[in-house]
């Protein structure tokens, strides 16, 4: 027993939750990790460091290795996936010296036999949208500028080559091929090749031949005059002869579908009967404020261009949605109301919107008006959330009201052109913008989705007019479920057997019985091949970036990997191996799940320094056991640990994996809970890691920028110095999809605001600042650092200095950007460490 596995017994800290070592070098393999079902601070994670060698000067990392061009780690497939006819896998390759990638394919037998597809053949190997008939005989596929079918005898047809794009590809119960082009829904017949137009739409007045007249003087013109009388007579008789033409007359096309001129497309959809159509409009937005520009000085003319972006959240309005049911065989619409929706006109922001009238000294009166309500648009899918059962016969939609407290799905009552509520997702923080894929079974009228209702979000079935059923269940999050085509099984990915571990499962929806498909003991992605027969890995470790894995679904065969691509050079390099422990919260009953980076006699000698970082995105998980993101920083803070750093990466509270809790910790109080938790990280070092508790410095980027601030302005005893990267210093100026979530908007919930900006705490800075901002980053604005700045000048304080970045916008690019800001992070640690 090591010296840290004793005390983190005596810390209480060991329990049934499963050990978790970092992968070794030589073999590629980790420890497997025990089942458990509880994240409780009971039985917390605990696993045996492996520290890292201090070396020699021959395999020292230095700054300039690791902070060059990533393509010496060597050549990671990317986006892999399966050929349309599912007898090949496919990735893609960064080319050397390159930001090409080139693309591979390998045939599924020999899968470790891959070549480089020709430019000519690109597009039989990788696409862009594609779709399968209902009898699985033709799939038709977008790539580039064109749309493609491939029959089942591997023929395929060029259908288009430029032109109008087709997009949102469907087929139809009678065998044809429909997708959008500009303002139309067509349909082709893949046997004949005809064109038929379905339904087209225009944000325009509907033209009548005779129009009512308006005033007194116009009815007396057309009463007195007879040449305005028979002109009328005259225009009424051949739109009455037209109308009758197209009634009955194949040459004719349907007419345009009208809607407001004010408004604007949001997504049109056709049943695959053919008969029916919903239509999406929302009010146009008003033209781009002038303010909402970025300056970008280094251009090739040498002037300064003024770049577009994005509007902040303090000037967001709410948006709503009107969904249109229609008829394409009369051509008659009826606007779909939200009045049967549950909660529909709920004030559910009325205890905020009381507080903050409290706060100026008013008062607020509950306000029962109809919410503002949308489809779904979520970040996870590039498809409006409209689906439709394969027959045709029922469609459902995914809504979401604009204040992000409900999310709904809802089916749509044809004869009575009503929606019916099937399924009410309420969270009094917000709803996940994760975790929301759904849609119809291919083979009957059951609706599988996701949901966070039970805290994790978790798989259901429903049959409309039914409670919905639970295909899992449990401490764990489930994503990225796949529905076979026969409808026996739903594939997922879930951390089930520890939060920092994701492998591959799949329940039969018949049984209820849940199978592991993998147990590699990392982070593992999937895609499951055309015939449900294979699956594509995408797999790797805490020191080994993804590499390529197959397997039959077959439960009981091993996953062979495929592809081996990680350099030789950095394969000799001496990483650090982090581990993944969990630290006691003194906030919560789930531990704080981290990884620690220790050298190598920790133990010995004088109290260490050590580094804090905090990962970006807020809700993101970097405390897991595979390859992260962050693989810079992870090599810089394995150069920190050879030179006797002990480094922390936590995921406080906000972060992903945790379940809903963990997410909606920092609901109006943005900075608050997560520095409680680097304070519980610190007091573990402390205590465990024999760490000076006078010697901890931190630092990270974006969201983890904003924590540097709120560290060390509202806590300016726990660290010694701080770099903040790219940091959100005001949220009244970040977007409003992420932050209204978290915070409502500043309209509404200004107090939010105020607790959670680091601006309105900026006096309590007390030590070493260093603030790296990139200057046309269109993400978090060059300008949350000019303002911060000019706060702290202000505010007379001396003790910090800002880098500015003038070519990088939020993820840094060239090399030497990348080495400057580590150089000065570097400097900043031994400074004051």
């Known amino acids: 027993m090591n010296k840290i596995t004793t005390l983190l017994l005596a810390a209480g800290l060991t329990g049934s939750l499963a050990a978790c070592t970092a992968t070794n070098s030589a073999s590629n393999t980790a420890a497997p990790a025990q089942?458990?079902?509880?994240?409780?601070?009971?039985a917390p994670a605990v696993v045996t460091p492996e520290v890292a060698q201090s070396g020699n000067a021959a395999n020292a990392i230095t700054l300039e290795k690791i902070m060059s061009d990533p393509q010496w780690l060597g050549q990671a497939p990317e986006n892999a996936g399966f050929s349309i006819d599912g007898k090949h896998i496919v990735f893609e390759r960064e080319r050397i010296n390159?930001?090409?990638?080139?693309?591979?394919?390998?045939?599924?037998?020999?899968?470790?036999?891959?070549?480089?597809?020709?430019?000519?053949?690109?597009?039989?190997?990788?696409?862009?949208?594609?779709?399968?008939?209902?009898?699985?005989?033709?799939?038709?596929?977008?790539?580039?500028?064109?749309?493609?079918?491939?029959?089942?005898?591997?023929?395929?047809?060029?259908?288009?080559?430029?032109?109008?794009?087709?997009?949102?590809?469907?087929?139809?119960?009678?065998?044809?091929?429909?997708?959008?082009?500009?303002?139309?829904i067509v349909a082709i017949n893949l046997t004949t090749g005809q064109r038929q137009e379905l339904v087209s739409w225009k944000f325009a007045e509907k033209p009548e031949a005779v129009k009512a007249s308006k005033d007194y003087i116009a009815e007396q013109q057309v009463s007195l005059i007879q040449y305005i009388a028979k002109q009328r007579q005259h225009r009424q008789a051949v739109a009455d002869e037209h109308a009758a033409l197209a009634a009955v007359n194949?040459?004719?096309?349907?007419?345009?579908?009208?809607?407001?001129?004010?408004?604007?497309?949001?997504?049109?959809?056709?049943?695959?009967?053919?008969?029916?159509?919903?239509?999406?409009?929302?009010?146009?937005?008003?033209?781009?404020?002038?303010?909402?520009?970025?300056?970008?000085?280094?251009?090739?003319?040498?002037?300064?261009?003024?770049?577009?972006?994005?509007?902040?959240?303090?000037?967001?309005?709410?948006?709503?949605?009107?969904?249109?049911?229609?008829?394409?065989?009369?051509?008659?619409?009826?606007?779909?109301s939200y009045v049967n929706l549950p909660g529909y006109n709920e004030d559910v922001l009325?205890?905020?919107?009381?507080?903050?009238?409290?706060?100026?000294?008013?008062?607020?009166?509950?306000?029962?008006?109809?919410?503002?309500?949308?489809?779904?648009?979520?970040?996870?899918?590039?498809?409006?959330?409209?689906?439709?059962?394969?027959?045709?016969?029922?469609?459902?939609?995914?809504?979401?009201?604009?204040?992000?407290?409900?999310?709904?799905?809802?089916?749509?009552?044809f004869d009575n052109h009503r929606l019916v509520n099937q399924h009410r997702l309420h969270d009094d923080a917000w709803v996940n913008y994760r975790f929301n894929q759904f849609g119809w079974l291919h083979n009957s009228e059951k609706l599988f989705f996701q949901s966070e209702?039970?805290?994790?979000?978790?798989?259901?079935?429903?049959?409309?007019?039914?409670?919905?059923?639970?295909?899992?269940?449990?401490?764990?999050?489930?994503?990225?479920?796949?529905?076979?085509?026969?409808?026996?099984?739903?594939?997922?990915?879930?951390?089930?057997?520890?939060?920092?571990?994701?492998?591959?499962?799949?329940?039969?929806?018949?049984?209820?019985?849940?199978?592991?498909?993998?147990?590699?003991?990392?982070?593992?992605?999937?895609k499951l091949s055309p015939d449900g027969d294979t699956l594509l890995l995408t797999h790797s470790k805490v020191t080994r970036p993804p590499e390529l894995y197959i397997k039959p679904t077959d439960p009981a065969l091993q996953a062979k990997q495929i592809t081996h691509s990680v350099s030789e050079e950095f394969l000799a390099m001496p990483w650090a191996k982090p581990q993944v422990v969990a630290i006691p919260s003194s906030n919560t009953a789930q531990p704080i799940y981290a990884r620690v980076y220790l050298p190598e006699n920790y133990q010995s000698g004088e109290p260490r320094r050590a580094v804090v970082f905090n990962h970006g995105a807020g809700y993101l998980q970097n405390a897991h056991l595979g390859w992260s993101g962050y693989f810079r920083e992870f090599m810089f803070h394995s150069m920190l640990v050879q030179q006797g750093y002990v480094v922390l990466d936590m995921d406080y509270r906000a972060s992903a994996g945790y379940g809903r809790d963990w997410r909606t910790a920092i609901y109006r109080q943005m900075g608050k809970p997560e520095v409680e938790d680097l304070r519980d990280g610190v007091d573990w070092?402390?205590?465990?890691?024999?760490?000076?508790?006078?010697?901890?410095?931190?630092?990270?980027?974006?969201?983890?920028?904003?924590?540097?601030?709120?560290?060390?302005?509202?806590?300016?005893?726990?660290?010694?110095?701080?770099?903040?990267?790219?940091?959100?210093?005001?949220?009244?100026?970040?977007?409003?999809?992420?932050?209204?979530?978290?915070?409502?908007?500043?309209?509404?919930?200004?107090?939010?605001?105020?607790?959670?900006?680091?601006?309105?705490?900026?006096?309590?800075?007390?030590?070493?600042?260093?603030?790296?901002?990139?200057?046309?980053?269109d993400n978090v604005f060059f300008e949350d650092s000019v303002r911060l700045v000019q706060r702290l000048i202000e505010l007379k304080k001396q003790n910090f200095e800002i880098a500015i970045y003038p070519v990088e916008r939020h993820g840094f690019v060239q090399p030497t950007s990348w080495l400057d800001e580590y150089r000065r992070i570097y400097k900043l640690f031994e400074t004051n460490l």
Do not use: C
């Open 35 to 42: 089942s458990q079902t509880s994240y409780k601070n009971t």
């Open 350 to 413: 009325a205890e905020v919107k009381a507080e903050n009238a409290k706060a100026k000294g008013e008062s607020y009166e509950v306000n029962r008006l109809p919410r503002a309500i949308t489809l779904l648009e979520s970040w996870y899918w590039q498809q409006p959330s409209i689906r439709w059962q394969q027959a045709g016969n029922q469609v459902a939609f995914m809504l979401e009201a604009w204040d992000n407290k409900d999310r709904w799905i809802v089916t749509v009552d």
């Open 685 to 777: 070092l402390v205590a465990n890691a024999n760490v000076d508790r006078e010697r901890i410095g931190t630092y990270g980027g974006s969201y983890g920028g904003f924590l540097t601030f709120m560290s060390l302005f509202t806590a300016p005893d726990l660290f010694e110095a701080g770099a903040a990267l790219r940091p959100v210093s005001d949220w009244a100026h970040y977007n409003t999809p992420y932050t209204a979530n978290i915070l409502n908007t500043p309209e509404v919930d200004p107090i939010a605001y105020e607790r959670s900006s680091p601006i309105y705490f900026a006096e309590g800075l007390e030590k070493p600042l260093l603030i790296n901002s990139p200057m046309v980053d």
């Open 98 to 184: 390159s930001d090409i990638s080139d693309l591979y394919q390998a045939d599924i037998n020999t899968p470790a036999q891959a070549t480089k597809v020709a430019l000519e053949d690109r597009h039989l190997y990788q696409y862009d949208e594609y779709v399968t008939s209902q009898d699985g005989k033709v799939t038709a596929f977008r790539a580039e500028d064109s749309v493609f079918a491939q029959f089942s005898n591997g023929d395929v047809v060029q259908l288009t080559r430029g032109g109008a794009p087709l997009s949102n590809l469907q087929f139809m119960v009678d065998g044809r091929l429909m997708a959008q082009s500009g303002d139309k």
């Open 250 to 336: 194949p040459a004719v096309a349907p007419k345009p579908i009208y809607f407001n001129k004010d408004d604007r497309l949001v997504a049109a959809s056709v049943s695959p009967k053919g008969d029916t159509a919903i239509i999406v409009t929302t009010a146009q937005k008003p033209s781009r404020d002038d303010s909402d520009i970025m300056p970008h000085y280094i251009q090739e003319d040498a002037r300064i261009a003024a770049k577009e972006v994005r509007q902040r959240v303090a000037d967001a309005e709410p948006v709503n949605h009107d969904i249109w049911l229609v008829n394409l065989e009369t051509g008659e619409k009826h606007e779909l």
């Open 453 to 526: 209702q039970t805290g994790y979000a978790h798989l259901y079935l429903q049959t409309p007019g039914q409670a919905p059923e639970a295909l899992t269940k449990g401490q764990y999050i489930v994503d990225e479920p796949t529905v076979t085509r026969d409808d026996k099984y739903v594939y997922f990915k879930a951390n089930k057997k520890h939060p920092g571990i994701y492998e591959i499962y799949r329940v039969n929806l018949a049984s209820g019985e849940m199978e592991a498909m993998t147990n590699l003991n990392g982070m593992t992605d999937y």
